[in-house]
């Protein structure tokens, strides 16, 4: 699974690479984060039609992380799916409909997966990696998104819709396997536009999912990345001394 990860760049840099034409307003609000954890709001690069217009522009949007399928009772149901397996995708209910229409892309600077202890270890604490591209380039995590709507909540009240994301994972390249056997699913920069693309069907999005992901590089991190209230660059500093 991916359960954590890194998106710390600035909001501008991000809208241009990713040629976006919008920028909510409430993306500004969003502080950059070394810790995402679920349920947080995280960033998102869709393609939607323009309220006033009706053109379909590039943004960037807040979801919230965990996605909310639009049947849901309540919101609660999201914190079990923060991922979406991509061997599935096309069978289970909760993302089947936005893997046709609702795709994401969410930019990361990186993520973190945590390694067992090896069998017979002294320590049975488990450690925390970051795995990012060794270029320093921004990954463009494949996700889906989905639209609720709280029942509690009148008409015009601006809190009844909730946007939600996952974030799609495969079974980890050989190099990364003997950290964790998932990994995210990072498009590359040339298959960004069909992804995005809502006239893309699903054989054409899955397509798209079966390409080589970028290299990744494994960096030992503290521990400190564990608990959600640590955030800062020393999340992703190389841990000098492991077992100390």
């Known amino acids: 699974m991916c359960g954590r990860y890194a998106s710390f760049r600035e909001d501008q840099a991000l809208a241009d690479e990713f040629a976006i034409a919008t920028v909510a307003d409430d993306v500004r609000l969003l502080p950059p984060s070394w810790n995402v954890a679920p349920t947080d709001g995280v960033r998102m690069v869709v393609e939607r ?40 995708l096309a069978e289970k209910p909760a993302f089947k409909r936005p893997f046709g229409t609702r795709r994401a892309l969410l930019p ?18 488990k450690q925390p990696y970051y795995l990012h591209p060794g270029d320093g380039s921004t990954v463009a995590l494949a996700g889906l998104y989905e639209f609720w709507k709280d029942p509690t909540k009148a008409d015009g009240d601006p809190e009844r819709w909730l946007v939600s994301a996952t974030i799609i994972t495969r079974p980890a390249l050989p190099d990364l396997a003997h950290i964790h056997d998932r990994q995210p699913l990072m498009l590359r920069r040339e298959d960004w536009d069909a992804w995005l693309d809502p ?8 397509e798209l999912l079966e390409a080589t992901p970028p290299e990744i590089v494994a960096t030992p991190v503290s521990t400190q990345v564990n608990a959600v ?16």
């Open 49 to 88: 039609a323009d309220k006033e217009t009706g053109e379909i522009t590039r943004q960037l949007r807040v979801a919230r992380w965990g996605l909310v399928p639009s049947w849901a009772k309540d919101p609660s149901v999201g914190n079990r799916m923060i991922n979406a397996r991509v061997e599935t």
């Open 108 to 125: 990361a600077d990186g993520y973190f997966e945590w390694q067992k202890p090896a069998e017979g270890a002294t320590t049975k604490r």
């Open 229 to 244: 209230a640590n955030n800062g660059p020393q999340l992703v500093e190389p841990e000098v001394d492991p077992e100390g």
């Open 199 to 206: 006239a893309v069907g699903l054989d054409g999005a899955r």
